[in-house]
């Protein structure tokens, strides 16, 4: 009998995760955790659907179980997809095992069923992993990490609006178009740098050779006093 679809993306719950000593019954004779979704073999060995659909993947095998407990047999031993069906009974047992949270600080408690439904992969206290910068950080903390600390984050500038990394700002800020700068001559702030060059050429408080400088006059003076003194 082929086995149904199921969801086998994970392998076996840890072992640590159960409150009680566990039963061999109930380990995965792959991956030796605590079954998930287990199947059944012909042979009586027990996995989980994600290690057996792995073992069959490329075809059918000999069963390593049935061979180091000396009883293998064919064709009973070989391990075939097609020769597999779900261990419901040995799923429910499982599934009311007493459970508790492996992670530092976390004082959740309840029974396996509960566990996957409702605490695996969303523990607060479980560290992650932040594909940015490869750190591990509590997931409680994985919203403000990305946001504030992450030395590889994404910022958009908020001027120009493009994508640049953390690391970049500086070098960002000294060639934005868009950054705003300060004319140091009249005081006014806010000027684009895209436009602060017509704006230094037509500042009223820019400074300027004075217009007599031919002649031997070495002042500087403002654009609009060397208006005054054309006059």
Not at 118 to 134: N, P
Not at 176 to 195: A, L, T, V, W
Request: charged share 25%.
């Amino acid at each position: 009998m082929a086995l149904p679809s199921l969801d086998s993306s994970l392998q076996g719950i840890p072992k640590s995760v159960l409150a009680v000593s566990m039963e061999t019954k109930y380990q995965c004779q792959q991956c030796h955790q605590v079954l998930r979704k287990p199947v059944q073999a012909q042979c009586g060995h027990r996995f989980c659907v994600h290690c057996f659909k792995l073992l069959t993947s490329s075809g059918p095998k000999p069963c390593e179980a049935c061979q180091q407990e000396e009883i293998y047999e064919e064709p009973q031993s070989i391990l075939n997809s097609n020769e597999a069906f779900p261990d419901n009974a040995a799923g429910r047992e499982i599934a009311s095992l007493p459970a508790k949270c492996i992670n530092g600080g976390c004082s959740w408690t309840g029974c396996i069923k509960e566990y996957e439904a409702q605490h695996e992969g969303k523990c607060e206290y479980e560290r992650v992993l932040c594909e940015a910068c490869q750190v591990f950080i509590l997931r409680s903390e994985k919203e403000r990490h990305s946001e504030r600390e992450c030395e590889e984050r994404t910022l958009n500038c908020k001027y120009c609006k493009v994508s640049f990394n953390f690391k970049q700002i500086k070098a960002h800020d000294e060639i934005c178009q868009k950054f705003p700068m300060q004319c140091k001559d009249c005081g006014k702030k806010k000027i684009p740098r895209e436009k602060f060059l017509d704006h230094s050429r037509s500042c009223a408080k820019s400074k300027t050779a004075c217009p007599f400088s031919e002649v031997g006059c070495k002042a500087v003076v403002c654009v609009e006093d060397q208006l005054y003194l054309i006059r």
